[in-house]
Structure formats: structure tokens, C-alpha cells
């Protein structure tokens, strides 16, 4: 089963949004050689129909997450057996500023460490 639909078809799969932000996750088994983390980024063409913009709110995404997962990555290392598997899906129609999507982006990551 491919990962993408592990984690949007899976039982086990969780989500919450902090508006504009929605994010899915799901915990699995670590295989040999695998990251911690493993992220995703989807941006609806529906939203925006010029790719400029949506690769745009993606490299805003990108960065916002990379600027954020530290504390995420150390709770998950905490635990070597498990990975984590997040998709970033963008909800709005506007686009946002980095600092606005970065502040979304760390208040979900800081309540996932809350739930693992």
C-alpha cells in the first residue's frame, strides 16, 4: 500500500486544521533507512489557478515546517521504532503572509507532540 493512501484511506489516520492549514498524520513502524518524518505538501489547483501561486503557498509551507520541527523531531528520535508520516493541505483562497502561515504551522505542530 502506497504511503499517500495509508494515509488518507487508513483507519488509522488523524487530522486538525489551524486555518489555513489542515494536516493528516498517522504513526507507522519504521523500515531500514527510513526518515523520522515524512511530510507532504498539497496545495488545490481549485484555490489557485496559477501555478505561481500555489508554489508560492507551498514554499511557504515547505519553510514554515523547517523552521518549526526541531522540538518534533526530538520527541520523535525519542522513539526509533516509529515514523511519522504528515500531509500539509492549504484550505484558503488568499494567500497569507509567511509569518501568518508560520505561526499556523507551529501551533500544530507544538498540539501533535501533544497527542504523541
Do not use: C
Not at 508554489?55 to 528520535?77: D, F, G, S, W
Not at 484558503?92 to 498540539?111: C, G, K
Request: proline share 4%; charged share 30%.
Amino acid at each position: 500500500m502506497k504511503l499517500t493512501d495509508r494515509l488518507f484511506n487508513g483507519a488509522g489516520s488523524l487530522s486538525m486544521a489551524a486555518f489555513p492549514i489542515r494536516m493528516v498524520w498517522i504513526e507507522k513502524e519504521r523500515e531500514a533507512q527510513e526518515p523520522p518524518v515524512q511530510i507532504m505538501v498539497s496545495v488545490s489547483k481549485r484555490h489557485f489557478k496559477h501555478a505561481v501561486k500555489r508554489n508560492r503557498v507551498k514554499r511557504q509551507l515547505r519553510e514554515a515546517y523547517r523552521l518549526a520541527k526541531l522540538p518534533l523531531m526530538e520527541k520523535i528520535e525519542k522513539t526509533p521504532q516509529r515514523t511519522l508520516l504528515i500531509a500539509f493541505i492549504w484550505l484558503a483562497d488568499e494567500l497569507y503572509s509567511s509569518a501568518a502561515v508560520a505561526s499556523r504551522m507551529e501551533q500544530l505542530l507544538l498540539r501533535l507532540m501533544e497527542k504523541l
